[in-house]
C-alpha cells in the first residue's frame, strides 16, 4: 500500500450559524468560533464574529487531535475577482468572513457556485514547515448543491490526501508494470510507481537512461529489521541517468488530478532535490554509514521543470518530478535524497476580506518532520530514496548518540 500522509477527512465549515447550549456550569463553558470534533475528522467555522458557548473540553486540543497528521488548515473562497480567505492552527481561532459578501459582484444577490477547486479549495497540512497533507473540494451546502447563497449556513470539504513515498508491494510477478521478480534477494517483488529509472523527457540532448525498473536496478536491502528499496545506478557506460518521481493524490492521478493542479508554484522559490547521508533509525537512534558515502554523484531536478515552476503567470503543479542523476568516474558508494516543491493555493493574491491573511506557501514533500532526512521504507514518513553505486547498500553503518548539554 502506498504510503498515505493524510487519510481522508471532512472539514465542517459553519457559516453565519449561531447554538445556544442551556444549563452548562459558567465554570465549564468558554466562548470560540471554531469547535472540533473528537477524532479531528470535522471543524465547525462561526463566522462574523459570532462566538458559541462550548465546554472546555471541546475547546482543548484534545490528545487525538495533537496527534494527528495535519495541525494547520488554510481554506479561500472566490468570486470573480473578490479573494476570502484565511488560515490558522488547531487551538486558535479560525475566523473567516466575508465569504459571500458580493455575491456574483452584487451585494445581497443569489447564490455563487463554489463546487470547482477554482472557486473554493482548504489545504491541511504541518504547521512546522508547511508540509501539504491534503487538498480539500466544497462538495455539498446545507442549501442543496455547492452553492453558497444568503440563506446558507453551513458547506462541507473533501480532503483527498497526498500520497507519496517508495512502494513494496506483496505480490506476484507481473502485477504491476514496473514490478521486479521475487527472488532470494527480496522474495516480495518491489514495485516502484513513486520513483521510477527513465529516460524522462526535456532532461536535456545526450541524457541516458535505463527504460524501467529490473531486478538489476533494483533491490530490497534490509537496516534495522527493516526493508528499504535500493536503486543501483550503472557503473560502467552511463554517466547521466534519469529517473522521475510522482506524486499521486486519494483515487487516482488521471480521475482527481484537478486536486493536485490547485496547488500552484512559488516562482520566486524554485523546487530542488537535496541530497542527504544515508540514514534509519533504529532502537531510537540514527544510523549513519561509516564510510562509502557517496558526495560525488549530482541528483538534480531536470532543468525543464525548474524552468516551468519559475516562469511567468499561475502555473499548475505537475505531479511527474524528472530527476536527473550525473556521476563522475570517480563516483562510488551510497546517497540519499528528498524532494521539494513550494506551492501555494490556488490564488495568491490579497485578501479582500477584512479579517483574511495572506497566501501560506506550503511545501510538497517525500517525507514530512525530522523523518524527510531518514530513508524511505514506503511505510514511514521517512522521505529519502536510498540511491548506490559499485556498492550493495549494506555494509557498516555506524550507530549515531546524542544527549541533551547539562
Given at each position: 500500500?502506498?504510503?498515505?500522509?493524510?487519510a481522508?477527512i471532512?472539514?465542517?465549515?459553519?457559516?453565519?450559524?449561531?447554538t445556544?447550549?442551556?444549563?452548562?456550569?459558567a465554570?465549564?463553558v468558554?466562548?470560540?468560533?471554531?469547535?472540533?470534533?473528537?477524532?479531528?475528522?470535522?471543524?465547525?467555522?462561526?463566522?462574523?464574529?459570532?462566538?458559541?458557548?462550548?465546554?472546555?473540553a471541546?475547546?482543548?486540543?484534545?490528545?487525538?487531535?495533537?496527534?494527528?497528521?495535519?495541525?494547520?488548515?488554510?481554506?479561500?473562497?472566490?468570486?470573480?475577482?473578490?479573494?476570502?480567505?484565511?488560515?490558522?492552527e488547531?487551538?486558535?481561532?479560525?475566523?473567516?468572513?466575508?465569504?459571500?459578501?458580493?455575491?456574483?459582484?452584487v451585494?445581497?444577490?443569489?447564490?455563487?457556485?463554489?463546487?470547482?477547486?477554482?472557486?473554493?479549495?482548504?489545504f491541511?497540512?504541518?504547521?512546522?514547515?508547511?508540509?501539504?497533507?491534503?487538498?480539500?473540494?466544497?462538495?455539498?451546502?446545507?442549501?442543496?448543491?455547492?452553492?453558497?447563497?444568503?440563506?446558507?449556513?453551513?458547506?462541507?470539504f473533501?480532503?483527498?490526501?497526498?500520497q507519496?513515498?517508495?512502494?513494496?508491494?506483496?505480490?506476484?510477478?507481473?502485477?504491476?508494470?514496473?514490478?521486479?521478480?521475487?527472488?532470494?534477494?527480496?522474495?516480495?517483488?518491489?514495485?516502484?510507481?513513486?520513483?521510477?529509472?527513465?529516460?524522462?523527457?526535456?532532461?536535456?540532448?545526450?541524457?541516458?537512461?535505463?527504460?524501467?525498473?529490473?531486478?538489476?536496478?533494483?533491490?530490497?536491502?534490509?537496516?534495522?529489521?527493516?526493508?528499504?528499496?535500493l536503486?543501483?545506478?550503472?557503473?560502467t557506460?552511463?554517466?547521466t541517468?534519469?529517473?522521475?518521481?510522482?506524486?499521486?493524490?486519494?483515487?487516482?492521478?488521471?480521475?482527481y488530478?484537478?486536486?493536485?493542479?490547485?496547488?500552484?508554484?512559488?516562482?520566486?522559490?524554485?523546487?530542488?532535490?537535496?541530497?542527504?547521508?544515508?540514514?534509519?533509525?533504529?532502537?531510537?537512534?540514527?544510523r549513519e554509514?561509516?564510510?562509502?558515502?557517496?558526495?560525488?554523484?549530482?541528483?538534480?531536478?531536470?532543468?525543464?521543470?525548474?524552468?516551468?515552476?519559475?516562469?511567468t503567470?499561475?502555473?499548475?503543479?505537475?505531479?511527474?518530478?524528472?530527476?536527473?542523476?550525473?556521476?563522475?568516474?570517480?563516483?562510488?558508494?551510497?546517497?540519499?535524497?528528498?524532494?521539494?516543491?513550494?506551492?501555494?493555493?490556488?490564488n495568491?493574491?490579497?485578501?479582500?476580506?477584512?479579517?483574511?491573511?495572506?497566501?501560506?506557501?506550503?511545501?510538497?514533500?517525500t517525507?514530512?518532520?525530522?523523518?524527510?532526512?531518514?530513508?524511505?521504507?514506503?511505510?514511514?514518513?521517512?522521505?529519502?530514496a536510498?540511491?548506490?553505486?559499485?556498492?550493495?547498500?549494506t555494509?557498516?553503518w555506524?550507530?549515531?548518540?546524542?544527549?541533551?548539554?547539562?
Amino acid at each position: 500500500m502506498k504510503k498515505l500522509i493524510l487519510a481522508g477527512i471532512i472539514v465542517l465549515i459553519a457559516m453565519f450559524a449561531v447554538t445556544c447550549d442551556e444549563g452548562l456550569d459558567a465554570d465549564d463553558v468558554e466562548y470560540t468560533d471554531v469547535v472540533y470534533s473528537p477524532d479531528g475528522s470535522q471543524v465547525t467555522i462561526y463566522l462574523d464574529g459570532v462566538k458559541v458557548p462550548v465546554t472546555k473540553a471541546q475547546r482543548a486540543v484534545s490528545r487525538d487531535l495533537a496527534t494527528m497528521a495535519y495541525d494547520f488548515l488554510e481554506v479561500i473562497f472566490i468570486d470573480g475577482s473578490y479573494v476570502a480567505r484565511n488560515s490558522w492552527e488547531l487551538g486558535y481561532p479560525a475566523g473567516i468572513s466575508g465569504v459571500h459578501r458580493t455575491l456574483g459582484g452584487v451585494a445581497g444577490a443569489g447564490a455563487v457556485p463554489y463546487g470547482t477547486l477554482a472557486q473554493a479549495c482548504l489545504f491541511a497540512g504541518k504547521k512546522d514547515g508547511k508540509t501539504l497533507f491534503g487538498i480539500g473540494q466544497l462538495t455539498s451546502a446545507d442549501t442543496g448543491g455547492t452553492s453558497v447563497s444568503p440563506t446558507t449556513n453551513t458547506v462541507t470539504f473533501s480532503i483527498r490526501a497526498i500520497q507519496t513515498g517508495l512502494t513494496v508491494l506483496d505480490g506476484s510477478p507481473g502485477a504491476g508494470a514496473n514490478e521486479s521478480t521475487p527472488g532470494p534477494s527480496h522474495p516480495r517483488g518491489v514495485v516502484f510507481s513513486s520513483l521510477q529509472f527513465g529516460p524522462t523527457a526535456g532532461t536535456g540532448a545526450g541524457a541516458t537512461g535505463y527504460t524501467s525498473n529490473t531486478t538489476t536496478n533494483t533491490e530490497l536491502v534490509t537496516h534495522g529489521g527493516i526493508q528499504y528499496p535500493l536503486y543501483k545506478l550503472p557503473t560502467t557506460g552511463q554517466s547521466t541517468v534519469n529517473m522521475q518521481y510522482t506524486f499521486s493524490v486519494v483515487g487516482g492521478n488521471t480521475t482527481y488530478i484537478s486536486f493536485l493542479q490547485a496547488a500552484k508554484y512559488v516562482t520566486a522559490s524554485p523546487p530542488f532535490a537535496q541530497r542527504r547521508t544515508p540514514r534509519y533509525m533504529e532502537k531510537g537512534a540514527y544510523r549513519e554509514p561509516k564510510s562509502l558515502v557517496n558526495t560525488r554523484t549530482k541528483v538534480e531536478i531536470a532543468s525543464s521543470y525548474v524552468s516551468t515552476a519559475t516562469g511567468t503567470g499561475t502555473v499548475a503543479f505537475d505531479p511527474v518530478v524528472p530527476l536527473v542523476l550525473t556521476s563522475p568516474a570517480t563516483a562510488n558508494g551510497i546517497l540519499s535524497f528528498y524532494l521539494e516543491i513550494p506551492v501555494y493555493m490556488v490564488n495568491n493574491a490579497a485578501p479582500d476580506n477584512t479579517d483574511g491573511k495572506t497566501f501560506t506557501t506550503w511545501k510538497i514533500r517525500t517525507g514530512y518532520g525530522s523523518e524527510l532526512y531518514s530513508l524511505d521504507d514506503g511505510v514511514s514518513n521517512g522521505g529519502c530514496a536510498l540511491i548506490g553505486l559499485g556498492v550493495d547498500g549494506t555494509g557498516d553503518w555506524l550507530n549515531i548518540d546524542w544527549e541533551w548539554v547539562k
